[in-house]
C-alpha cells in the first residue's frame, strides 16, 4: 500500500493494491471521512466536481464510495478500510480536517465562554464563530486532489508525483467574536484579511 502526502492539506491519499487503471475501465475511488453520514464532510461535493471536470462520470466510467467512521476510533477505521478493499477500491482518499469541521460550532462556542482567543487554519471555524482563521483554501484542495487520483489510476506511482505547496492563504478575522472578547483588532490586519465578519 503506498501513501501520497502530496502537501495536500487535511488530505491523505492512499493507493489500495488494486493497480493502476486503464483509461477505458472503471475508476473505483473510496473517500473515507472522520465525520458521520448525517454530518458529512463538505469537499466531497467538490471532489466529485473535480472528478467530472476530468473526464469521469459516475456509474460510467468512476464509482465512488463514501465511507464514514463518526471518529479516529482505530477499529472504526479499519473497518472502513477492509470495506474499501472488499469492494476493489483501487485508491482511497482520506479526509482528515473533517472532525475539525463537525466539531465546528461547539469549539468556537466554548472558545468565546471560556473568553479564550482562537486563531484557527479552516475558515468555517472563524465563520462559526472563532476568532480568525488562516490558512488555505480546503475546498481548492479537495479540487486539486482529484488531479492526484486521476494521475494514479492511469498509471502513475504516487511516489513520483511532485509534491505542491500552497500558493494562496486566507486570512479572516471574526469581529463579532472580538467584540464578544473585549478585543479590538487592529485596522491594519482588518484591512489586510481576506474577509471580516461583522
Same mark, same amino acid.
Given at each position: 500500500m503506498a501513501l501520497l502526502a502530496a502537501s495536500i492539506v487535511g488530505v491523505t491519499l492512499v493507493s489500495l493494491p488494486a493497480v493502476a487503471q486503464?483509461? +477505458?475501465? *472503471?475508476?473505483?475511488?473510496?473517500w473515507m471521512s472522520l465525520a458521520t453520514p448525517t454530518a458529512p464532510a463538505r469537499n466531497y461535493e467538490v471532489f466529485r466536481e473535480a472528478m467530472r471536470?476530468?473526464?469521469?462520470?459516475?456509474?460510467?466510467?468512476?464509482?465512488l464510495e463514501p465511507r464514514y467512521t463518526g471518529g479516529t476510533n482505530e477499529l472504526l477505521v479499519e473497518s472502513a478500510f477492509d470495506a474499501m478493499v472488499v469492494a476493489k477500491m483501487q485508491a482511497v482518499i482520506v479526509n482528515a480536517e473533517s472532525l475539525f469541521y463537525k466539531g465546528k460550532d461547539v469549539?468556537?462556542?466554548?472558545?468565546?465562554?471560556?473568553?479564550l482567543p482562537t486563531c484557527v487554519w479552516v475558515k468555517e471555524l472563524a465563520d462559526s464563530g472563532a476568532l480568525m482563521s488562516y490558512g488555505v483554501d480546503q475546498q481548492a484542495i479537495a479540487r486539486r486532489t482529484a488531479t492526484y487520483v486521476d494521475k494514479i489510476l492511469k498509471?502513475?506511482?504516487p511516489g513520483d508525483i511532485p509534491v505542491e505547496q500552497p500558493t494562496k492563504f486566507e486570512l479572516i478575522i471574526n469581529?463579532? *467574536?472580538?467584540?464578544?472578547?473585549?478585543? *479590538?483588532?487592529?485596522? +491594519?490586519?482588518?484591512? +489586510?484579511?481576506?474577509?471580516?465578519?461583522?
Open positions: 486503464q483509461p +477505458s475501465k *472503471t475508476a473505483r475511488v473510496g471536470d476530468l473526464g469521469y462520470v459516475e456509474g460510467k466510467n468512476l464509482v469549539i468556537a462556542k466554548l472558545a468565546i465562554a471560556k473568553r498509471g502513475a506511482k469581529r463579532k *467574536t472580538a467584540k464578544a472578547l473585549g478585543l *479590538t483588532i487592529p485596522q +491594519s490586519l482588518l484591512i +489586510s484579511a481576506d474577509k471580516v465578519i461583522e
